[in-house]
């Protein structure tokens, strides 16, 4: 009794502290952890797959089918330009259609005045012309809408080309192989004109060697349903007064947008 009196008496032991486990400290005793799984990256399936994958309602147009679809069409396009240059061909050799002819057979100017004013010179003049036009075509009518005709005196040096007025024609139809003579008169009044450039035409209008231009500006077409008219222009250019009571009877040039010229 005495000694487990004793026993009870005696003070319990303190505990101690227990001991804080370093970072990274790893029981040797402990099983090994498994090691971590990560997810596995899906590899991205061929054109072919992914194409066959999707749904009906979103499948995309084969590339075949689209380089089809050009060639089909391009195949097409060559195909209507043959026709059409074949088609062109033959109406060609069918019609074989040539241009307009015209010439200028005559220029009477009976009147010709240059008056000089303090301010400078004016100009009155009046011009006859006749000019013949020739379809000579053996299967086309062609028919000229209405002309404008301007008659020019040619300039020397930087004096330019002075206006001697202009006229009309009518309307004309052109019968196949058929040759028309057309007069026009020309007027102009109270033109000013520079007093030196007066007195040089003046001068040569005396002595005939005044060079005279004359230009038409009309449209071509074929007659009897003829829907395309082509305007043109009809030069006949640098001839002398001189020149024209000797017989001379140029040939005029059909001028295409302003700078094709066709013989």
Not at 73 to 88: D, K, N, R
Request: hydrophobic share 40%.
């Amino acid at each position: 009794m005495h000694a487990r009196r004793s026993m009870e008496e005696q003070p319990l032991a303190t505990a101690k502290p227990a001991l804080q486990k370093p970072p990274g400290y790893r029981d040797p005793a402990a099983p090994a952890p498994a090691p971590a799984r990560y997810p596995v990256r899906a590899q991205p399936l061929p054109p072919s797959l992914r194409s066959s994958n999707l749904k009906r309602g979103q499948q995309r147009p084969p590339r075949r089918c689209f380089r089809r679809r050009c060639c089909c069409i391009f195949l097409l396009i060559l195909l209507l330009l043959f026709v059409v240059a074949i088609a062109g061909g033959l109406s060609y050799l069918w019609f074989q259609p040539k241009l307009l002819s015209f010439r200028l057979e005559s220029i009477q100017i009976p009147k010709f005045n240059v008056t000089a004013k303090a301010g400078g010179s004016s100009l009155d003049a009046a011009s006859e012309l006749r000019i013949r036009i020739t379809n000579p075509n053996k299967k086309i009518n062609l028919s000229l809408a209405a002309t404008r005709v301007l008659v020019y005196a040619v300039g020397d040096g930087d004096g330019g080309d002075v206006s001697l007025g202009s006229g009309s024609l009518p309307k004309l139809e052109l019968e196949r192989k058929n040759s028309t003579l057309m007069k026009v008169e020309t007027k102009i009044k109270g033109a000013a004109v520079d007093e030196i450039l007066g007195r040089r035409l003046s001068s040569q209008f005396r002595s005939k060697s005044l060079r005279v231009k004359v230009e038409l500006r009309t449209k071509v077409m074929i007659s009897h349903g003829g829907a395309v008219a082509a305007p043109v222009r009809i030069l006949c250019d640098g001839v002398s007064l001189k020149q024209m009571d000797g017989g001379a009877s140029p040939k005029c040039v059909i001028n295409l947008f302003k700078t094709i010229n066709l013989h």
